[in-house]
């Protein structure tokens, strides 16, 4: 974690150089149809969209210093309401995605509802099973250079 407070606004600049770069390639992902491919090029927009605006408000500041939405690169408190518990999801890359040690991918199902969702926010989050009322309880950063992270985190 030493790494993100001073690298969170290069991470950003190179989320939106990753998307720009892998558009193509990210959209055929997840494409059945035509409007679906509408559908995902609207998400990859209003994400961009986004970080620019984050990197727009803080471009005075050396780094992103809060988080009020959930990012590619930010863990995600989520408040499950009817269990009463909290559970941390790392918003990641596709290939940086080990649902079992909470990274998610920003394109999985629970990754896109997550994303762009303000702290305090209440969802029925979607899953196979049905839905689960949550809430987002809290966002920090953690940086997009996840690989190191991921194999010297606690268990």
Request: with cysteine.
């Amino acid at each position: 974690m030493n790494h993100s407070i001073q690298q969170n606004k290069e991470d950003f600049v190179q989320q939106l150089v990753y998307i720009d770069e892998n558009i193509k390639e990210l959209t055929n992902l997840y494409i059945s149809s035509t409007a679906v491919q509408e559908r995902i090029k609207h998400f990859f927009n209003l994400y961009t969209l986004e970080v620019e605006d984050l990197l727009e408000k803080n471009k005075r500041n050396r780094t992103i210093s809060s988080f009020s939405k959930v990012y590619i690169g930010t863990k995600v408190t989520v408040w499950y309401e009817e269990d009463n518990e909290a559970e941390d999801y790392i918003i990641c890359l596709p290939e940086q995605s080990d649902p079992d040690s909470g990274f998610i991918s920003f394109l999985s199902p629970v990754g896109k509802q997550l994303l762009l969702r303000g702290i305090g926010e209440k969802l029925a989050l979607k899953i196979p099973t049905g839905e689960l009322s949550v809430m987002i309880k809290e966002i920090t950063y953690v940086g997009t250079n996840l690989t190191s992270q991921q194999h010297t985190k606690e268990a």
